[in-house]
Nanobody, 124 residues
């Protein structure tokens, strides 16, 4: 059974930093690229960041580039999203996803497994 569990969300103020974590079951995590996506109220789910299995390749949405950093620790089966200088427009539910492929991807349809999400709310 594949399980992805996000944590670290909460209510923060604009300009603050936040770190999201996503813990995965060992068998699945060791074989795939990971991604973070988010969905704001009334909007479609959108790509935030992705990292290859080795960690050598990362991609970011333009809206978060320079502020967010994705990383992973394969020894702990965990992927992180470090969020700096958050803005009110970052308010959303953040989901991590696992791809059955080692190559990083921006496309949500290429991910097979999803967590249930962790909410982030940024006040101005």
């Amino acid at each position: 059974q594949v399980q992805l569990v996000e944590s670290g969300g909460g209510l923060v103020q604009a300009g603050d930093s936040l770190r999201l974590s996503c813990a995965a079951s060992a068998r699945t995590f060791s074989s795939g690229a990971m991604g973070w996506f988010r969905q704001a109220p009334g909007k479609k789910r959108e790509f935030v960041a992705t990292i290859s299995w080795s960690g050598s390749t990362t991609y970011y949405a333009d809206s978060v580039k320079g502020r967010f950093t994705i990383s992973r620790d394969n020894t702990k089966n965990t992927v992180f999203l470090h969020m700096n200088n958050v803005k009110p427009e970052d308010t959303a539910v953040y989901y991590c996803a696992l791809r059955a492929n080692v190559v990083a991807s921006r496309l949500p349809d290429e991910y097979s497994y999803w967590g249930r999400g962790t909410p982030v709310a940024v006040s101005s």
